[in-house]
């Protein structure tokens, strides 16, 4: 069920710890998790054992992996040969894409003893230096910050932010990262050093809207301009911003993110929004005047959105969800799905690809199961 926030709006906020008759919404010791990560009680249920995904087009289940606990963010390494799934419980598992065999699991003594989600996971992109091979970096729902070099599965650094980190992004050099979370802040990072250089942030004056002022899930920078990146969170904005500037340069309003809804096409010209909401969940946006281009219609089966990506080749479009707990592939073109998973345990908070010609490898994650998915062009 929908909650509302103080404001009387709906969101996928569940801080809300009261009862319907005499069965508890949200128990004690699972609200500080869902208020942490942003997802609804419905979400965190484990669905029927029984339950058996629907699969329609182009479409179809290569792997299914169970990996114990709830699945909260995944990413496939720079050459797709191996992803990252982060667990409810903080811990990383590292598998094999064509083997779908388990390999390291990333875990210390904080992660154990805080046991709280991994809310993002970024491989360093692949810049041809050796020093950055084997490198992922992590947020976590306790204000954690891990680098780890997961063949040894060593945390080479860490550090420690107030409130509640959710979002991580590096920019295409991999010389600087950013990081965001529950104050509304965007901060960014030298990589070499670790230590911060700008905190990003709206200005005191309320006529303004030049930053966020509620909780950041998304950031993503542009694949061209090396500067320029966009984030969006609860607030129903995108933020628009360069990493020299304190302030926003410019928004869009429309879009409420609650996961992973952002993406920018790889000639840098389109930005992709998926919002958690029953209408107008999926938009196409022209990133360089911020004008609406498209809703995406749902299709005969409707999600609210927690991801999106564009495919490379930006001919289609990946998105994921609850409601339907779906995974869908849209023409971006026609605008028609051409392959859908749905029916699956429990919500889709992440997912990830990597294509090969004109096969796209999927990874989705629902409850505590791990779909590694294939898309077929023809």
Known sequence: MLLKKPNGSTSSLSSYTGSVGSKPLVTK???KLKQAVGRTSSDFEIGSSTTTPILDGCIKILNTIDVGIAVMCSQFSPDGRIFAVGLRDGKIKMYSREAGTHLHTLSDSEVKMHQLPVTAIRFKPDTGSQKHKNTLIASYASGHIKFWHYTTQECMHTTVQTGQTLAVAFSPS??????AGTNAQITLYDELTKQETLTLQ?????????????RVFAIQYHPLNPHEFVSGGWDNTVQFWDDRCEHAVRRISGPHICGEGLDIDDKGRHLLTASWRKHNALQVWDYSTGTLQTDVPPGLTTSLLYSCQWLQGNDEML???SDNNMVKVIDRTSLNTTGEIRNLPAAVFCLDHTTSGHTTHIIAGSDQYVYLLQSQRL
């Open 29 to 31: 010791s699972r609200s």
């Open 174 to 179: 991999a010389a600087q990262y950013l990081t």
């Open 202 to 214: 709206a200005s005191m004056s309320r006529d303004k809207m030049d930053g966020h002022r509620l």
């Open 319 to 321: 998105t994921a969800g």
